[in-house]
């Protein structure tokens, strides 16, 4: 009868890290999903800092989605690491604004409907000088913050 149990114990301890594994697999799809409380859903509708050191949680969102799109990656390997992230999204498409203060330009991107993994690039943009001094305000804000 020990032996049973003893078995049975394994089984469910292999059933556990079985669901572990794919619980950890869903976090990311998770975090992608739009659903209240996924990262996704935190992002919707906002402008978002851009900084490496200490992490912010648009420079969190820049790497996931340089994940997802391939393009957006080499872009950003091209271009570099903006200041600003601005994102949302409408209907099955998703658009980001990529903010870059020193050169005064924006970059619009947005999803291809029926190819997941593509985006098209549009611009560059000007940024007006009230856009300018209102995410400078963000930048000096967060800065004096920390």
Do not use: H
Request: glycine content about 10%; some cysteine.
């Amino acid at each position: 009868m020990a032996g049973i149990w003893t078995a049975l114990g394994r089984m469910g301890k292999g059933a556990g890290l079985t669901a572990g594994c794919m619980l950890l697999g869903s976090c990311a799809r998770f975090e992608e999903s739009g659903l209240p409380g996924s990262a996704a859903s935190m992002a919707r509708n906002q402008m978002m800092l851009v900084r490496k050191e200490p992490p912010t949680f648009g420079y969190y969102r820049l790497t996931s989605q340089t994940r997802i799109y391939p393009d957006l990656e080499f872009f950003i390997q091209k271009r570099g690491v903006p200041d600003f992230l601005a994102e949302t999204n409408n209907g099955n498409r998703n658009y980001f604004i990529l903010y870059y203060l020193k050169p005064r330009q924006a970059f619009a991107c947005r999803t291809r409907p029926g190819q997941r993994r593509a985006i098209e690039f549009a611009g560059p943009y000007p940024i007006t000088d009230k856009e300018y001094r209102t995410l400078e305000g963000f930048r000096d804000k967060e800065s004096r913050e920390r």
